[in-house]
Structures are given as C-alpha cells and as structure tokens.
C-alpha cells in the first residue's frame, strides 16, 4: 500500500460518489489483505447506519451461536446413528432385529432433521454476513467520500461550505 499511496491519494480529494471511491482503490485490490480496504473494495454494498450495522452484528452473534448448537447437535446425532450402526445384529433373533433397525431409522431420521436445521441456518448466516459487508462497504465509502482531504486550492475550512472564500465568519 504505501508503494501505491500517491497514486490513491492524489484521487481522494476529487471523490465524490462511492462508485468513485472503489475505482480509486482498485490499485490496492490484490495487495492488501487489511479488512477495511477489502470492505472499500467489496463489489456491492446496501445503505447502512451505525445503527443498523451494530443491529446486523447483534443479530449476526446469536444466529452463529444458533448455528454452533445446531451444528453440535448434529454432530451427536451422527455419533448416535453410529453407534446404532455398530451394534452386531447376526445374532440378535428376528424381533431384536427389527427394533434395532428401528432405532436406527430413527436415529437417521433425527440426523436428516437435525442436518436440515443446521442448514437452513447456515444459509441465514451467509445471507446475513453479506448483508452486514454490503452496509459495511456502503457506510465505509460514505465515511471516505465525508472525510476525504479538499481539494487542492480550496482552504481547509472550506470543505463543506461550497460558499467559502476561505475568510473567518
């Protein structure tokens, strides 16, 4: 990054939207892993505040501690139905048999059900990850276009006053 400084530096005072933002720092794409510049790159974005970026993240802690559990769960269901499965059937009569399958059946049942749940809020996960980097990428980019530095010749106090003559009022 430092190497390419200039060249993203003499573009920052002439930004004016977030399109103009991730063209400016597209030099920094593929030499930079700092999560903030990944997040100024990020193709898409969604308008976000503070607020509801603080919301997303709030909403995104319990779900992945909704997908841990869910994700434990089927982990012991699959130690479940192994067990099931280990259990030496050749010599159990007909009728031991059938309950032993049984079992098994519904243990497997268990695990295709317990497997679903992880998934379906695996996928919620995802969605809502993207969501949050999308309003990240959107609020980063308006903090870049808000605190950019002026551009050359206008004074410094001037920034936000397109009426400025640079004077004290």
């Known amino acids: 990054m430092v190497t390419t400084w200039d060249e993203v530096a003499g573009a920052l005072p002439s930004i004016k939207s977030s399109a ?24 898409s974005s969604s308008p976000a505040t503070s607020k509801i ?24 269901c699959v130690e479940s139905v192994e067990r099931a499965m ?15 399958d049984d079992e098994i059946r519904k243990r497997v049942a268990l695990l295709a059900h317990a497997g679903k749940e ?14 949050l980097k999308d309003g990240e990428a959107y609020f980063a980019r308006g903090e870049m276009i808000r605190y950019r530095p002026p551009p050359s010749g206008v004074p410094e106090g001037c920034r936000f006053r397109p009426t400025c003559t640079g004077s004290s009022r």
């Open 53 to 76: 970026l603080n919301e997303r993240r709030r909403r995104l802690r319990v779900l992945n501690k909704k997908a841990r559990t869910a994700y434990e769960f089927v982990e012991k």
């Open 118 to 131: 992880y998934l379906a809020l695996h996928d919620q996960q995802e969605t809502l990850e993207n969501l």
């Open 20 to 43: 103009e933002v991730l063209a400016a720092l597209q030099v920094w794409k593929d030499r930079s892993s700092e999560y903030v510049i990944s997040v100024l790159l990020r193709p």
């Open 86 to 100: 280990r259990i030496p059937i050749s010599h159990l009569s007909q009728g031991e048999q059938i309950v032993v």
